[in-house]
């Protein structure tokens, strides 16, 4: 029997509950249809580094049955959509992803309805072989020669993704330093605006590259691309395809995030997001076990962003996780992550605009709390349900997966390596 046959199996058994939830909550809305044909749209690029336990320096406890090759990533992937049916395409780590046949890979994806989405470079490693080393960085590299060591790698990302149909190049630089004194920080911002025109100078006509910031880790004293100001002022300098990524876990405690968005989607240059929750830094947890009210804040910021700006939700900007996990399942941690997403995306959608520019145009902010608030309290999970079912999905997907036994499936396909290794 095919997956989708054994999910719809095990739906039966809960629709009647469903629907009656249902139709309570679409009772007190204006547009319930409207908001079921958005979240059918909104798919959630998943990271192919997530599919398998993250580990830190401290040590990495796999939970057995992971993915030991692309393929297999591919097919992890292609499970987790057929299961919520969001997650409709895969973003690759180059050199960790490496694509061999790309029309076989494309159409291995394909044949679980999976797209790509954006390749990500990888200059905070040395591989095996590499003749110069980024242990000093890389495109603000002092060396000139590192630099273009680093230019050329971003290049060939490029060409990998265009094998595969991706249209956009993901950059996260480790660049930075550790000590004062140790960088001319003016140099190192020139040496990588002056890398990223020449990677920006490569790229396909219709890709846009992405320029990922952060504020430490691996380097604790300063980051070349550290803050969201860094990666605008590179991203205007490069020009209309470069734009900034938001990634939810690089920024110092209480930022306010909803507020870099909705500044960046005015400026056009909000490329996407990495998605996580954190508690102290970048602790790649899953998006919205910490605080899901930020993660509501944030989304009604886009919504109301892309509505002035006539932007389609779906796909005018990136939309994916980046996480690493160490306890749970990694299947599992994604489901929840997709989840809590689209949660956050459909309470956004109920916020009363109307009602909420007239309160703040009255300064009258119990009204504006009052409204966002009103929105955030609405239990939608009946929506993200039905949207799922309509396109086949499962109404619980993380009970399913756990019904179907899919995880001790892979274990006896692809082994336990349950092997705890430490620093
Ligand atoms: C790490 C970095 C950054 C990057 C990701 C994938 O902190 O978030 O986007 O790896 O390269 O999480
Ligand atoms: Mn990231
Ligand atoms: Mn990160």
Redesign the pocket.
Known sequence: MKLTEKIQDLNDAGISQHRRKLDFVAAGLSDPEGIISKLRKFQVAI?S?ALGTGGTRFGRFSGGGEPRNLEEKIADVGVLHALNRSGGSISL?IPWDIPGNAEEIRAHAASWGLRFDAV?S?T?QDQAGQALSYKFGSLHHVDKSVREQAVQHNIEVIRQGERLGSKAL?V?L?DGSNFPGQLNFRSAFENTLESLQQIYAALPADWQVWV?Y?PF?PNFYSTTIGDWGQSLLLANKLGPKAATLV?L??HLPNTNIEQIVSLLLMEGKLAGF?FNDSKYG?D?LTVGCINPYQLFLIFSELVEGMDVRKMDHASAIGWMI?A?HNVKDPIEDLLQSVEAIKIAYAQALLVNRTELQAAQQENDAVRCQEILQDAYRTDVRPLVAEARLREEGALDPVQAFRKLGIRQELIRDRGSDTVATGL
Do not use: A, Q, V
Request: hydrophobic fraction near 15%.
């Open positions: 990271p580094w780590h990500n990888n905070f993901s996260w480790s990922e952060k880790e990634d876990g690089h990495h970048d790649d980046d690493s």
